[in-house]
């Protein structure tokens, strides 16, 4: 059973920076790609940033690009998100998950494995 393991969440100043990151364990497809998504109190799942394992291709949401960048270590088999002039708004849940079906990269239900989230706060 594959299992992700978020971490890095805290407690960040506006401006400020952050890295979360995703350990991956477990079998997984040769070819595979995961995701950062976050949810916000009362809020679904909003896609963040997307990566091709094998490739390195990213994809982000607008309100993150230019801030925001995925990347991943395949020795350390870790995800990462580095997070730099974060605001207010980006205060979350954040979440990686691994995509097992076909389909939009953006949309959570191509996700069936999810780690447990990693909380971002950004205070003022």
């Known amino acids: 059973q594959v299992q992700l393991v978020e971490s890095g969440g805290g407690l960040v100043q506006a401006g400020g920076s952050l890295r979360l990151s995703c350990a991956v364990s477990g079998p997984t497809a040769d070819s595979r790609s995961l995701a950062w998504f976050r949810q916000a109190p009362g809020q679904e799942h909003e896609f963040v940033g997307f990566i091709n394992w094998d490739t390195g291709r990213t994809f982000h949401t607008d309100s993150v690009k230019g801030r925001f960048t995925t990347s991943r270590d395949a020795a350390k088999n870790t995800l990462y998100l580095q997070m730099n002039s974060v605001k207010l708004e980006d205060t979350a849940m954040y979440y990686c998950?691994?995509?097992?079906?076909?389909?939009?990269?953006?949309?959570?239900?191509?996700?069936?494995?999810w780690g447990q989230g990693t909380q971002v706060t950004v205070s003022s």
């Open positions: 998950a691994l995509r097992t079906s076909n389909g939009p990269y953006y949309l959570p239900a191509m996700y069936s494995i």
